[in-house]
């Protein structure tokens, strides 16, 4: 029996699968001509990996990209990988959302994929079909179906026209500590009728500060290589439903950093989507000091 995780699999079909132990680690490879994104999203009229992930058991079979999970894997040139791996939870149970980073390997004609998280999809043998990557297994008799393609710039620009159908809030979290400390929370709701998928890309969401009555920000938390182990990230969102986004925490010492005075600074959090677009709303004045 391959390993899974018992979660992840209930999720998709059966409860109660017990894990059997861990497969060995797989080494990254080099250069490989297989490198890119691949991924699993539903999606109208769009050309983003709309295609397989199921599961079944005893001829009844559920289609997960319907009920709203997501696959988005980066397969690097030098062996490493990132991606998200995401399952909707049932009533009463938690959602899967694993991340994906860790190593991968083909050989002869096979990727198999290593990391952290305790996913199927790393006891999977993902087979070469074209362009795309095809795993099959069976897990306590459930089995899973996995289709990935490659992500094409037609596609991510199909993607981004969607985003402007999202409501978009934002607030800024302040911890009452000395210096104090900051998180910024962004969230995209979907008012339509119809499911749309938001694609973010070059980083998540962060902050900004300004002197009060001035356009020019004086700190910016990209510049704190905040974005540095960032991937593409897809997330299917059905109607009434909303996707939420939190910046890494700042204190006030990394805002002021000894050359800012102490004083009130407007926030606001920003964030960027694929294929471009930028979203800068207000998170209100906050109150900065750091030991002198």
């Known amino acids: 029996m391959r390993t899974a995780n018992a979660r992840a699999i209930a999720l998709l079909l059966l409860p109660g699968l017990a894990a059997c132990t861990d497969s060995d680690p797989v080494a990254p490879g080099e ?9 699993a999203a539903s999606g109208e009229a769009t050309r983003f990996g709309v295609v397989t992930f199921t599961a079944e058991v005893g001829g009844a079979s559920r289609d997960m990209l319907a009920e709203g999970a997501s696959i988005v894997l980066d397969l690097r040139e030098d062996g490493t990988t990132s991606g998200r791996l995401f399952v909707r939870g049932s009533e009463g149970e ?4 694993e991340d ?9 004609g096979i990727v198999r ?6 996913t199927f999809l790393r006891d999977m043998d993902f087979a070469v079909d074209g362009d795309r990557l095809v795993g099959e297994a069976e897990f306590g008799g459930v089995e899973v179906h996995v289709t990935l393609e490659p992500v094409s710039p037609d596609a991510i620009e199909d993607l981004g026209s969607q985003v402007e159908a999202f409501q978009v809030t934002a607030r800024v979290d302040v911890m009452e500590s000395f210096p104090v400390q900051l998180a910024g929370v962004m969230t995209f709701r979907n008012p339509g009728p119809v499911t749309r998928t938001l694609v973010t890309g070059v980083c998540w969401p962060l902050l900004r500060a300004y002197r009060a009555g001035e356009v020019t920000p004086v700190w910016d ?10 991937t593409t990230r897809v997330d299917v969102v059905a109607p009434g439903d909303s996707v939420r986004f939190e910046t890494p925490l700042a204190s006030a ?14 926030i606001t959090v920003y964030f960027s989507t694929i294929p471009g677009g930028e979203f800068e709303l207000e998170g209100g004045d906050v109150e900065l000091a750091i030991p002198r």
């Open 31 to 39: 250069t490989l001509a297989l490198s890119g994104t691949y991924a």
């Open 94 to 97: 938690d959602d899967l959302d």
């Open 100 to 108: 994906l980073t860790g190593t991968w390997v083909e050989e002869s």
């Open 113 to 118: 994929l290593q990391h952290a998280a305790d």
């Open 221 to 230: 938390q990209l510049e704190e290589g905040a974005c540095a182990l960032f």
């Open 253 to 266: 010492a990394d805002v002021l950093d000894d050359e800012l005075p102490d004083g009130t600074y407007r």
